[in-house]
């Protein structure tokens, strides 16, 4: 069992179009004082991948949307949820084909290789968490 030290869950959302940045350095705020025990860099990278979706595909990326994120940190492990808005046909999930070129379609892939763990929960109103765990 995990024993979450700190827990800390913030929404972030923009009259215009969500900003990926913004929310990397939301997430890179929470997790300040774990800095030193994590790799932050592929954080950042499956944040960005995550939130890309939820702006693409939710109602996350329309004006005054946004997500919910969650930062949840032990003294061996790293949790990070993003809870879209909704609004989707379906929910996230790898392709199972994807083109060589294309320009799309490999975020989740992304995270399924950065991180130790992670996964899709489906919530109220459409809406999906997609979180994803790394160990120290």
């Known amino acids: 069992m995990i024993v979450w030290e700190d827990v800390r869950t ?3 959302s923009s009259p215009r179009v969500l900003d990926v940045r913004d929310v990397r350095a939301l997430v890179r705020r929470m997790l300040a004082d774990s800095a030193d025990r994590f790799d932050l860099r592929d ?9 890309t979706n939820a702006v693409r595909y939710s109602a996350s990326g329309t004006p005054g949307g946004g997500v919910w994120v969650t930062a949840l940190v032990s003294s061996v492990r790293l949790r990070v949820e993003i809870q879209d808005d909704g609004g989707s046909d379906g929910r996230p999930a790898i392709p199972a084909q994807c083109a060589g070129w294309a320009e799309s379609g490999r975020g ?5 290789g950065f991180a130790d763990r992670w996964g899709v929960l489906a919530g109220r109103g ?3 968490t997609v979180w994803f765990e790394v160990a120290r």
């Open 10 to 12: 913030e929404r972030i």
């Open 43 to 51: 954080v950042d990278l499956m944040v960005c991948e995550i939130v």
């Open 108 to 112: 989740l892939l992304v995270v399924a």
């Open 126 to 128: 459409g809406s999906s």
